[in-house]
């Protein structure tokens, strides 16, 4: 199982139309694999006399963040929002320390200058973890 590029977003400007905000919730990759007892991902076909099951589970740049005065996106069009939507997605999951520098190699000039102009307070600075799952399925 692999789910890949999400981003939550809320918008409000109308509850003080002064200070409009938008905070939200990312996850470049979260992935579930199942593997054999050497840890080897791959299809396994257990029988009556293996009664383990493994998996490992892999988390990659998971935050949540709040944009004080941030730009609304809620009017655009529909192919505008796109466009925004994932630039602001690369501003966050692409921007900083978190994220590997060969990943980042080819956007790395451009995601400087856009995450310079848009502050991000973390709720959740962006984490990433992997875990190693041994269960007893008897």
Known sequence: MQIRDV???????????????????????????TCDDNWTPKFVYR?????MAFKIVELQNMGGYLNPNAEMLGHLLLSELSVNITRIFRENVYRDRFTKKNKLAPFQSRMSQLSSSI????????????????????
């Open 47 to 51: 029988d009556a006399n293996q009664p």
């Open 7 to 33: 981003h939550i977003r809320y918008e409000d400007d109308f509850s003080i139309p002064s200070q409009p905000f938008a905070m939200g919730f990312f996850v470049r990759s979260l992935s579930a694999q």
């Open 119 to 138: 502050p991000n307070d973390y709720i959740l600075n962006p984490v990433s973890a992997t875990a190693t799952i041994k269960r007893n399925c008897r």
